[in-house]
C-alpha cells in the first residue's frame, strides 16, 4: 500500500448488500477525481451479495476481512471488527474514513477511525426513526455513527433537521441526496439500454422482508396477508426473493411454499431486482432501500412496519405505512388493485431523494477536505443542494 500517497487515500467500509449499493457510486466517484484514490475494505458482514454489486459496479475490493456477523454477539462482532479495521487504518493511513448507513460494520468502522484519529464522512447520515429499539440496533447505531463523523452526507432536508436538532454542527452537514438514487439509475439505464422487457405487468407484486423486527409473529402474519391476496386475485402473482437469513427464509416457505402463484426465489442480483421492481406492479416491503428506490420507479410502495425513517415517502403520497396486520395489508392491496385512479395517485413517481448526483457531490466535499480546503461556500452549498421530487 506504500505508493498510495497517504493523504489522498479515501477508506470505504462496506458490510452488507445496501451498503455495496450505495457506496459504489461513491467508490466510482472517489476514483474519477484526480488525485484522489479509493480503497475499499468489505468487512464479510454479508458476503456473496456484497461480491455480486461490487462486481455490477466494476469494483474490486482491496480488503476483505472475512466477517460474517450471524457468528458473533452484537457487541463482540462490533468489538472485533473495529478492531480488524483499526489495523487495516494504521497500515493503510488514509485520510478520510467513508462509511454508510447504519449497520454493525459502518458502527464498527466508525470507532475504528475514531480510534486511528482518521477524519469519518458518514454516507446517509441523520435517518431516524426516534426510537432506540426500533429499528434496533441500526437507529443507535445511526445516533453514535452522527456523533463520531466530522462529515455528515445527509440524503434530504428532513435528515439534516434531525442532525442538526442533535447538536451537530452546521457546517459539518451537506445536504447531497442519497446515493442509492445514483445506483438505481446507472443500473435502470443500463436495463433500458440491453432492451431487457421492464414493462409493468399490471399484476405482478413483489415482497421483501428481512428486518430483526419483522422476525417470527410479524412475518407470520404478513405471509397471512400474502396467501390472502393470493386467493382472493387469481389473475395476481407474487413474487418473494427470499432474504438469506434462516429466520426469514424458512418462516415464508412454510407458510407460502405450496400456493400456486407465489414465487419464492433466493436473493436476486442487483440488475435482476431493479427489473423485477420494474415490472411490478406493487411493492410490498420492510427494506430501507427499497422504500427509496420503488417510488423513484413510479411503483407505490406499502410499507410492512409500524414506524419509518424515510417519512418523505409517506408525504409525498407515494409511499403508505400497512404494519404487519394482515386485514390492513389485504384492504390496502386491494384498494390498489381494484381503485385506478388510487393506484395512479401513487405511481406518479417522483423522489424525495436527490437528483442521482450524491456520489460526486460526496467525493468532491471529501477532496475538498483532504486538500484543506473548507468544502465549499454557503453559495456553493445552496447550488449543489439535490433537487427533490
Ligand atoms: N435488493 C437486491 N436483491 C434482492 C432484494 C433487494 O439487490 O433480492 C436490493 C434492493 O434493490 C435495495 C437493497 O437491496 O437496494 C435493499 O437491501 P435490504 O432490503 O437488504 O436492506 P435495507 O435497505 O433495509 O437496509
Redesign the pocket.
Known amino acids: 500500500m506504500a505508493d498510495h500517497g497517504a493523504r489522498r487515500l479515501v477508506l470505504c467500509v462496506i458490510g452488507?448488500?445496501?451498503e455495496a449499493?450505495?457506496m459504489a457510486p461513491v467508490v466510482r466517484a472517489l476514483g474519477v477525481r484526480p488525485g484522489l484514490r479509493p480503497i475499499v475494505l468489505k468487512t464479510g458482514q454479508h458476503d456473496g451479495?456484497v461480491d455480486e454489486?461490487l462486481e455490477t459496479f466494476g469494483i474490486e475490493a482491496d480488503f476483505d476481512l472475512g466477517f460474517l456477523s450471524r457468528r458473533a454477539a452484537l457487541e463482540r462482532a462490533v468489538r472485533e471488527l473495529s478492531d480488524s479495521i483499526a489495523g487495516v487504518l494504521a497500515a493503510v493511513r488514509p485520510g478520510v474514513v467513508l462509511v454508510q448507513?447504519?449497520?454493525t460494520s459502518a458502527l464498527a468502522g466508525a470507532w475504528a477511525s475514531r480510534r486511528r484519529g482518521v477524519l469519518l464522512g458518514h454516507v446517509e447520515a441523520g435517518l431516524r426513526s426516534g426510537n432506540l429499539r426500533a429499528p434496533f440496533p441500526?437507529e443507535a447505531n445511526r445516533v453514535v455513527i452522527a456523533q463520531l463523523a466530522a462529515l455528515h452526507f445527509a440524503p434530504t432536508a428532513e435528515a439534516r433537521e434531525n442532525l442538526l436538532r442533535e447538536g451537530i454542527e452546521p457546517a459539518s452537514i451537506w445536504l447531497t441526496g442519497n446515493t442509492?438514487i445514483d445506483?438505481?439509475r446507472a443500473v435502470s439505464d443500463r436495463l433500458d439500454q440491453r432492451g431487457e422487457s421492464c414493462q409493468t405487468e399490471r399484476r405482478t407484486i413483489l415482497v421483501?422482508a428481512?428486518?430483526r423486527d419483522s422476525w417470527g409473529a410479524p412475518l407470520e402474519r404478513i405471509c397471512r396477508a400474502v396467501a390472502e391476496i393470493h386467493d382472493r386475485y387469481p389473475d395476481v402473482e407474487i413474487r418473494w426473493?427470499?432474504?438469506p437469513n434462516p429466520c426469514v427464509a424458512e418462516t415464508v416457505t412454510r407458510a407460502l411454499g405450496a400456493l400456486a402463484r407465489v414465487r419464492l426465489?433466493?436473493?436476486?442480483?442487483?440488475l435482476?431486482?431493479?427489473a423485477?421492481?420494474k415490472q411490478a406492479a406493487l411493492i410490498l416491503?420492510?427494506?430501507?432501500?427499497?422504500?427509496?428506490?420503488a417510488p423513484a420507479l413510479g411503483k407505490p410502495v406499502l410499507v410492512l412496519r409500524e414506524e419509518t425513517e424515510r417519512p418523505e415517502v409517506l408525504a409525498l403520497g407515494v409511499a403508505r405505512l400497512v404494519g404487519r396486520d394482515p386485514e390492513r395489508i389485504v384492504h390496502e392491496v386491494s384498494r390498489l388493485l381494484e381503485d385506478e385512479s388510487a393506484y395512479a395517485r401513487m405511481a406518479r413517481g417522483g423522489s424525495p431523494y436527490g437528483d442521482g448526483q450524491a456520489a460526486q457531490r460526496i467525493a468532491r466535499i471529501s477532496q475538498a477536505r483532504l486538500d484543506g480546503r473548507d468544502g465549499f461556500s454557503a453559495a456553493v452549498q445552496a447550488r449543489i443542494t439535490p433537487r427533490t421530487a
Open positions: 452488507t448488500r445496501p449499493i450505495k451479495a454489486i448507513g447504519d449497520t441500526e442509492v445506483a438505481l421483501t428481512h428486518r426473493p427470499l432474504h426465489t433466493g436473493p436476486l442480483p442487483y435482476a431486482f431493479v423485477a421492481m416491503t420492510d427494506s430501507g432501500g427499497i422504500q427509496e428506490e
